[in-house]
């Protein structure tokens, strides 16, 4: 599982790795062009029942933390997928990833 430690706060929020990594690329091109916008996903596993959501802003400090080594394949449609979720009003919603055919 990565970690996303968001601000100064001491504490990561859990993200599996894949998601992570598709999530990193939608967020680094969005603050790249100095763009805020909202962070929202669902408590899973032992967490209360809710979703959280955080503002991104260019000025909050993010690190992205890895379990793997190596980079896993992107998907063209997930990051397409978050990326126009980003652009909308609701901010990026964090879901898990569906392919067709798998």
């Known amino acids: ?52 959501t955080i503002w991104l802003h260019p000025s909050i400090p993010l690190r992205f933390v890895f379990a793997e080594p190596e980079a896993p394949e992107l998907s063209a449609e997930w990051i397409t997928a978050m990326a126009q979720s980003a652009n909308s009003s609701g901010g990026i919603m964090l879901l898990d990833e569906h392919v067709d055919g798998v």
Do not use: C
């Open 1 to 52: 599982m990565g970690q996303l430690y968001y601000g100064n706060n001491p504490d990561p929020i859990v993200i599996e790795d894949r998601a992570l990594a598709h999530l990193k690329v939608v967020v680094a091109t969005k603050l790249r062009r100095n763009e805020s916008f909202t962070l929202s996903w669902r408590h899973q596993g032992e967490d209360e029942p809710g979703r959280t």
